[in-house]
């Protein structure tokens, strides 16, 4: 069977000083595109078409890789099958919305733009135009959260009467890196409040099911930050001082969820753990037990080779280590091992998130800043 033609959205040639964003797209992406016989790269799109041909050239793709500046030109290139976007939030919609309207099959990151308003519309045209979707939520492809789904649903731990998920940003709360200054700005949509919090959902409900009812509780509690450059070479340069933050960094969700309809809450907050504690620790209590999961990455989309699942039997007192199912994508760089599973599940036409399934994330974020707004205005 011939390759899926990828026409890949936000490969960055820029150097590291210049570059805005997470490099996303070369960590999480490039390791199985060029691996794979599946797949194939066959077109750029950057800001410019220089941009793009220096990204050609500093990943090493194939000279004759088309690349272009104008999303348009992307769309009308008959010889791409699916337009894969990886770019700053708020760029989502506008770089893939030609490719769309065309019919092409377009994945997105997650989240699929700012707010829940355009993720309505970029749903509603997808739908219209009857183009395949895809996005980045790819916890439920993580065989670490499929394996505890699978220990829940076997009546381990019996019926599930409680969960507590906590995670910590890691970061420092006076600091912001500089290839990130937008996680500070409530209009651009990427930040704590879509990417962490979103993906902190897609893990929970993987395993413990749908969000029956969900309350939230979301504070500023860093209202100005200084925006440096991290990498080591820089001796924490600072490019911007008390600059403002509108985003929520402390997060609670509270609610109930599954068959069971047990109380879950889950929190997040900015800012390191306290010290000897693992960075997330997710605990489900049972009738029969309990299953804990602890990483010092917060990211369980993405997993961490360190991340632990133990199950504890009241019955036998005795705790053991779950261990999950591995794949030939474990051979992979970690952040692109569950990537490359979303990418298999869309070639073998198995289950993957889309646009629509995306859409209740974002929709469960935008009620929770309506809360806050509601608050902030009393």
């Known amino acids: 069977m011939a390759p899926i033609r990828v026409g890949l959205i936000g490969l960055s040639g820029a150097p590291a000083d210049k570059y805005e964003g997470t490099n996303w797209t070369s960590l ?48 009308n290139d008959p010889e791409v099958d699916l337009v894969v976007c990886s770019v700053r939030v708020d760029r989502h919609f506008q770089t893939v919305k030609p490719s769309l309207i065309a019919g092409k099959a377009v994945y997105v990151e997650w989240p699929l733009d700012r707010n829940a308003e355009v993720a309505r519309e970029m749903t509603a045209l ?10 980045g939520l790819q916890s439920s492809l993580s065989p670490i959260l499929r394996k505890v789904r699978d220990v829940v ?45 979103g993906h902190g959902i897609e893990s ?32 924490g340069k600072v490019f911007e001082k008390d600059v ?5 960094d402390n997060i ?3 609610g109930t969820a599954g068959e069971s309809n047990a109380p879950v809450q889950l929190t997040l907050h900015a800012g390191k753990e306290f010290p000897g504690t693992p960075r997330l620790d997710w605990r489900i209590q049972g009738e029969k037990g309990w299953i804990r999961v602890t990483s010092p990455f917060l990211f369980l989309n993405v997993g961490h080779p360190e991340t632990k699942v133990e199950i504890y039997r009241n019955e036998t007192g005795q705790t053991e280590e779950i261990v999950a199912d ?26 993957y ?26």
Not at 356 to 361: G, M, N, S
């Open 153 to 197: 649903k076997s009546g381990a731990i019996g019926r599930v009467v409680s969960s507590w998920y906590l995670g910590s940003c890691g970061n420092d709360l006076d600091k912001e890196s500089h290839n990130v200054r937008y996680f500070l700005d409530r209009e651009v949509g990427g930040s704590l409040m879509s990417i962490h919090v």
């Open 204 to 235: 929970v409900t993987t395993v413990l099911g749908e969000f029956n009812s969900f309350n939230s509780s979301i504070a500023i509690t860093r209202p100005t930050v200084d925006v440096v450059d991290m990498r080591p070479e820089s001796n």
């Open 126 to 135: 997808a739908a219209t135009q009857n183009a395949k979707t895809i996005v």
């Open 252 to 254: 609670l969700m509270y």
């Open 353 to 378: 998130p889309t646009f629509e399934w995306a859409l209740k994330r974002h929709e469960a974020i935008e009620g929770m800043w309506k809360r806050f707004d509601a608050a902030q205005s009393k």
């Open 326 to 351: 591995q794949d030939e994508w474990d051979a992979l760089p970690t952040m692109a091992q569950n990537i490359a599973r979303l990418y298999e599940a869309y070639r073998k036409d198995e289950w």
């Open 28 to 75: 999480g992406h490039l390791p199985y595109l060029t691996k794979t016989p599946d797949y194939e790269i066959v077109a750029l799109l950057n800001s410019s078409a220089e941009s793009a041909r220096a990204a050609v050239q500093k990943y090493n793709l194939p000279s004759e890789t088309r690349t272009y500046g104008d999303p348009a030109d992307l769309a």
């Open 244 to 248: 403002v933050n509108t985003v929520p």
